[in-house]
């Protein structure tokens, strides 16, 4: 049979981070010794209160409403409410399986245009692709930290043919690991409303925040058409109990919405796994356990985030200051030429030179939507070192005990150092390709 798969998917592959991790377990398994900077997977222990609470739910076989357990729904509004210092009530609150269900749900349930800044993490613009929405994407440079900047966003508005259009942004953000602050909210709220701009605002890592600025929501100055995205994926090292959560305002525009968010829902996936609904009140609860949890694991992050930044900074790669999150971006821009005269012309020649050569596993910027030219990776600091189950406890138990961050990094962390130094050792190489290039003239 010809011509039966949609159009649509003769340019559309698997998710990148999922099919390159994939790549990376197969090498591993083969024995390869690879160096994982390619996968954002937050990688503590189920804390045992929420695998207690999963046992004791495993019975709860019955299909819930669409939009979600009513009493995980209530436990989410309180949550963010305080969290984010809203007010939500849990009319407001749809529950799916993974944030990314109800970022696609959300896609298909606004008609107009997608906003995208650039670089944006990876499914977005897929999502859109499969519905055949409109995507207007607004770059960003690496000289502002790849943030968006919001005089480049009105003027991609002013070329818009839309009427409705829906930005989408991610704070902090995947790839960069940047975060925005009340003062860039402020203004783009009063750009949003002039413009009657829907926003989708993926708040996923919200918990992950490495304290040098709190994390904020746009809900805080723009609660009238503003949807939040959350979910216990990140912070509770909970990506595969698939549980994740959208807010939408608190106004005609978000009743609209959440009937058609709990329509969509109906359809196709009816409503995430019972026993992962009823165990994740416990993730909402508040307990000081569960908090005192969360902030652990984001100090750990935080500590092997930027032990990875700064270590590739002091070689001399340029990287976007992570502020939130497991991510950053780093551009190798500056050895373009001694690329070149390896045959590594874009960044994702630059992803295969660094894993054939170096065994380090990383992905090209250009599936963020980074210009492959401008020979970028992104690095993810979550799986090194901890790549067994029993790593991820030791770390935590080493923590607890009181072992300061500089110890922490020095014991615990054998190979995000050989990473390093594999970093290091392409850097020396790279001078070498200089020498003789100058040996040569
Ligand atoms: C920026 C961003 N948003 C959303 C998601 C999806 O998270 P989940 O579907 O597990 O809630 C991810 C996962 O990697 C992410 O990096």
Known sequence: ??????????????????????????????????????????????????????????????????????????AIARFYSNDLDLNISDSQVIVGPGSKSLIFALQMALDGELLLPTPSWVSYSPQAHMLAKPVRYVPSSLNDGYKLDIERLEKTIGESQYTTKILLINSPNNPSGCMYESSFFE???????KHKIIVISDEIYGLVAHGEHKHISI??????????????????????????????????????????????????????SAPIQF?????????????????????????????????????????????????????????RQQLASNGVCNSDDLADHLLENYALATLSGAVFGIPGDDLSLRLASS????????????????????MNPSALVERYHPRMDEAISRFSRFVQDMSAISELEVCEM
Not at 27 to 48: C, D, N, Y
Not at 187 to 193: D, F, I, T
């Open 1 to 74: 049979m010809e011509n039966t798969i949609s159009a649509k998917f003769s340019t559309l592959e698997a998710s990148a981070t999922l099919k390159t991790n994939e790549h990376v377990d197969r090498l591993m398994a083969s024995g390869q010794e690879v160096f994982h900077l390619a996968f954002g997977e937050s990688r503590f222990p189920v804390h045992p209160k929420l695998l207690e609470a999963l046992k004791d739910n495993a019975h709860q076989t019955h299909y819930l409403p669409s939009q979600g357990l009513p009493a995980l729904r209530k």
């Open 383 to 402: 799986k090194l070192d901890l790549e067994t189950d029993a790593q991820a406890a030791a770390l935590l138990i080493a923590y607890r005990s009181g």
């Open 219 to 272: 809900a805080n100055y723009y609660p009238e058409a503003s949807i939040i995205l959350g979910g216990i994926s990140k912070h509770l090292s909970l990506g595969g109990w698939r549980l994740g959560c959208a807010v939408v305002p608190n106004t005609a525009l978000g009743e609209q919405l959440m009937d058609a968010l709990t329509t969509i829902a109906s359809e196709i996936w009816s409503s995430p």
């Open 279 to 335: 165990a994740a009140c416990t993730a909402y609860d508040e307990s000081p356990e569960i908090l005192s949890y969360i902030e652990e694991c984001t100090i750990l992050h935080t500590i092997r985030t930027q032990h990875l930044y700064r270590s590739l900074s002091a070689l001399g790669i340029r990287c976007t200051h992570p502020n939130g999150g497991f991510y950053f971006v780093a551009s190798f821009d500056r050895w």
């Open 187 to 193: 203004q783009l709220a009063e750009v949003c409303r």
